[in-house]
């Protein structure tokens, strides 16, 4: 799951013109910059296409998408997508 | 006699035990509890309770009581609402009711001795009161009532951020709290450096860039005419509004700046390690840019609470247009008074802000960026051409900030649209 993710997180970066090397799955996204608001909500609507799901506005806080693996545990926990490990 | 002393005997052990029954209850009800994680989550030391009478004191000091007592009233209905299971529209309900509240104090009663740095604690009370009313703070393990409530008055009323912020939430300000790995002999140099390089910012802004600001504009107004520049009568008048306007944004700029670094030095020097507000700002090469390197806190607090809440996420420039409509409601209320000069240009600045941001987000959802770094123009050329969007994206937002400060400052709106006339069409 996670290495899906890391794919979408490339995909949504290249898609604005910003492509990067490669994404440690405990980076800080946000913290880091290699997020900002608007990169982060079109990485939610990547996965919303992707995984068929409808992620709630309340639910996009830095707890939930401050990193790879925290993605995919939010992810796990709430819609029961993959395993993070 | 032997049945008599064994009765005795078990009620003597039933008493025993109803006695350490009793005893574990009380001990249980009042013992300290056990320390969590990290060893500064347990209980609120004196010191932190120094800073919060400090806080609460300045508070009452700074305004009118009505408009204190409002403050203070609202705080423990906020933290019951954080702290329960109800439904966020329950909770938008109450949210409101205080708002309109706060909104009363600040408007409805007259304060004429309450200086311009106070008048942003309403408007910064009420982003944490819906940060913390809208959070789950339910099922916060590990912490007693008592303590829970003081760390809740201690973010809500913290002394270095209560007149003009930055915003913390309360996750991130206590995320970011670390006193244990406090040495204060490291921390105070750093520390001071921060405080006297904001200072330095803010004597420049107010001493230097305001008057001479006012200066050329008035100027420019006049014909060119000036008691202090005569030399400035040869300008084109156009020259000088557009000049008034760039040192109108820069020493704006280095006044809320210097006066944030103020805040991290000292809140820093607490252990309160708050993030910085500005990532240079002024230098950005189009208008989206500058909203997210701006005023970083409040740009934070808008994007959880309202841009990703509301809305689709497929409606990005609804999203937009909703957040600089809330942020342009929320300027307002850093308003002396509401009149109408005020709230129009105000109003107009975030219209403009907001139009220019919308209209960039959906061009660029709209044709995604493709081009490899290799296949563009020459490197030179890409510096010549960021070098003319930065310098483009300062005039215009030094068009936005003439109309928004003129704004707040309470100036008539035809004095601003006069000025926009000449930097138009020249002189008068």
Redesign the interface.
Known sequence: MQQQLKAYLRETLE????PVADIALDAPLIEEGIL???LL?DF??LL?RRCGIK?P??D????HFGSLTAVAIYLRERFGLGDPR | MMRLQRMAQGDTTIHITTVVAMWEAVRGRFQVKPVAAKPWEGILSAREHVLMAISLGTLLWSLPVVNALILLGSAPVIYALGTSSWS?RRRLAVLFVILGAIIYGKFGVVRPNVGWARQGIEAFFILRCVDFG?GQHADAQGHSTADRLGRFILWIFFLPTLFLGPMASY?DFYRRYQPTALNRRQLILPALAKIAWGVCKMVLAHRVLRPLHEEILAAAMAGGASSGWPSLAEVDPRLLVAGSLALHLIAFYLAFSGMIDVVLGVSRWLGFNLPENFDKPLLSPNP?SYW?TSNISV??WL??HV?????D??R?TA?VVTTFLISGLWHLMLLRMLSWDAVAQVGLAFAIFGASVAAL?HL?HLW????SVSTGPHPWVQRLCWGGKIALTFAFMAVIHGLFLNGLAGKPLGDTLAAYHVLCFGAQ
């Open positions: 898609a604005q013109g910003r900002d608001s608007l909500l939610v609507v919303e992620i506005g309340e996009i806080v830095p707890e | 966020n809208l996750g989206v997210k740009y934070r994007m959880i841009f990703f809440r509301y809305w996420h497929h990005i999203k987000v660029s995604p960026h493709t081009r």
